[in-house]
């Protein structure tokens, strides 16, 4: 399992996500990622260089919590 | 038949006497409203009852049988959804502190779909907050209590849906699977739960966790049970463009046929690697029963799908958090600890690391493709363990100790990153009483072929006919 600084994922949530994150969370946090990074990585192994993303379909507007 | 037993009888055999008039909604109604009343204070399957709307719902479906107005197999069926999928003019909290008083003025696809089709809403169903979470367990309205165990998580996020009908708390429900959840509760709960294909089931109206891996799908007692609320929920919607245009078959015509000759593939990579020694027995035991049954099973191999673990993260949290972030940025303390760390972990994974994973969903998905032209279904276990108690956070299994979230979303969220259809159905118990599901995997648009392989087996399946022991 990757390991990620507290310190690194708090300067990314208050300057580029600008999403205030609570000292608290940033533990459970850095697990979660940590226990991805190493699969995520990976995933260059599927030789994706000649693959198009999935197609994303986003909601109509309208709805406030729904599609 | 005593009030109670009204409750446990299956969907069909209840739309059998309604369509005879030997039984009438409002008695169907008022046994479910009793038992509810009786049961859910400790059950906690409901956030929100709907006993006088539903009497006067069923109250309108008498007359109408009785004047020649009978609707279908659902008309008069008491049924219930999960707590996401929007109701005009009922609350619909999605489980959370943050939605609690949120009333929609309009109704989900699925909502409108099973009024048309005659059913009776008896309420809205507890689930993990905004069905972000496998286990069920929810701090704002207590976690629902699966009746197999009654120390032991419901699984989820349908966790209400699963252990409502398990219960008889309702005849059928709704949930929604996103990496799991509708078959993880099914299969711990000991219920049939079906993710149909991804664009078969509008999502229209639902709370979405993550747009690109959500499905809606029914969770019953039996399949028939579920072939008949898949028949009213099935079809292209022009409010949802996620939807086909593809016909919709007669389902229950699909469960006349037998399974003999239909050709199962076993995939031992990830899906049986690290199985509960009891899970392990009672999935192998179906395979020994399906063959039989005359089904050719054989073993085929899916050498990248351990790929799909990580893609999936990626994606259900990248988008979950970019639903979510307006409410993080000022709200985050009314969210449950663990919901909020999961969502919150969605601005930390990279636009590079989510497009790759959705390239990455594309070699998967022809990858399954591939092997469904030599098979007509994959087999596979549901959850690798069985329901863990409450309090669990880790399980061990071969030594291997994990997280009991990773354990129980390992076999079923690669098939939310694919889109095929998939069936969870009751296939034995543990040694501790605890039930285990059994996966099939179908072609896409060809949950026909899973529920008449379903229907077969459920006919051998040790389960048959036995349900929790349920207070009196």
């Not at chain 2, 049924?79 to 929007?86: E, S």
């Not at chain 2, 699966?146 to 252990?163: E, K, L």
């Not at chain 2, 009314?334 to 969605?346: F, H, K, N, P």
């Not at chain 2, 994959?378 to 994990?402: F, K, Q, S």
Request: hydrophobic share 40%; glycine share 10%.
């Amino acid at each position: 399992m990757a390991s990620v600084s507290k310190e690194l994922l708090h300067t990314i949530a208050e300057a580029l996500a600008q999403v205030p994150v609570d000292p608290t969370d940033l533990l459970s946090i850095g697990a979660q990622l940590g226990a991805q990074l190493d699969g995520l990585a990976k995933l260059d192994d599927l030789d994706l260089q000649s693959v198009e993303p999935a197609t994303v379909i986003l909601p109509p507007t309208g709805a406030p919590h729904g599609r | 038949m005593a009030a109670d037993e009204l409750t446990l009888l299956s969907i069909a055999e209840a739309g059998e006497r309604l369509r005879r008039r030997t039984l009438s909604p409002v008695e169907l109604t008022r046994a479910y409203l009793a038992r509810i009343q009786a049961e859910d204070g400790a059950a906690r399957c409901y956030i929100t009852v709907l006993q006088d709307q539903a009497l006067a719902a069923a109250a309108e479906a008498e007359q109408e049988i009785a004047g020649g107005g009978y609707r279908g197999p659902l008309h008069g069926i008491p049924i219930a959804l999960k707590d996401l999928v929007m109701t005009r003019g009922i609350r619909t909290t999605c489980g959370s502190r943050i939605l609690k008083d949120w009333v929609p003025d309009a109704d989900a696809t699925v909502a409108a779909r099973l009024t048309e089709a005659g059913a009776i809403l008896l309420g809205k169903l507890n689930m993990h907050e905004f069905a972000y979470g496998p286990t069920g367990v929810n701090p704002h309205y207590g976690t629902p209590v699966n009746p197999w165990g009654r120390d032991r998580m419901p699984g989820g996020s349908s966790s209400g849906s699963g252990a409502a009908v398990a219960t008889g708390l309702c005849a059928g429900a709704l949930g929604t699977d996103t990496g799991g959840s509708v078959r993880i509760p099914a299969s711990l709960c000991g219920i049939v739960g079906l993710k149909p294909t991804y664009g078969r089931v509008s999502r229209a109206g639902v709370i979405p966790l993550a747009w690109s891996l959500d499905h809606i799908g029914p969770m019953t007692r039996t399949v028939t049970d579920t072939a008949l609320l898949l028949q009213a929920l099935a079809g292209h919607d022009p409010a949802d463009p996620s939807t086909a245009a593809i016909a919709v078959p007669d389902y229950r015509r699909a469960l006349d046929g037998d399974a003999r000759g239909l050709r199962v593939g076993i995939v031992r990579e990830v899906f049986f690697e690290r199985l509960n020694p009891d899970v392990r027995a009672a999935v192998e035991g179906a395979v020994r029963a399906l063959e039989g049954l005359g089904v050719r099973v054989e073993e085929i191999r899916l050498p990248r799908i351990h790929h799909a673990g990580p893609a999936t993260f990626a994606i259900i949290t990248a988008e979950s958090m970019a639903y979510h972030e307006p409410y993080l940025k000022t709200r985050a303390s009314e969210y449950g600890a663990d919901v909020r760390a999961r969502l919150l972990t969605g601005q930390f994974v990279l636009a590079t690391q989510y497009l790759k994973a959705q390239r990455a969903r594309q070699v998967l998905r022809a990858e399954v493709d591939g092997v469904l032209t030599t098979v007509d279904a994959l087999l596979l276990p549901t959850t690798p363990i069985p329901a863990p108690r409450t309090d669990e956070r880790e399980a061990t299994v071969d030594g291997a100790r994990e997280d009991v979230r990773a354990w129980l979303t390992r076999c079923t969220r690669p098939i939310n990153l694919t889109g095929h259809p998939a069936l969870s159905v009751p296939c034995g118990l543990t040694a501790d009483g605890l039930p285990v599901g059994l996966q099939l995997v179908g072609r896409h648009f060809d949950e026909a072929t899973l529920l008449r392989l379903g229907r077969a087996y459920e006919t051998v399946s040790p389960l048959r006919d036995r349900r929790p022991s349920l207070p009196a």
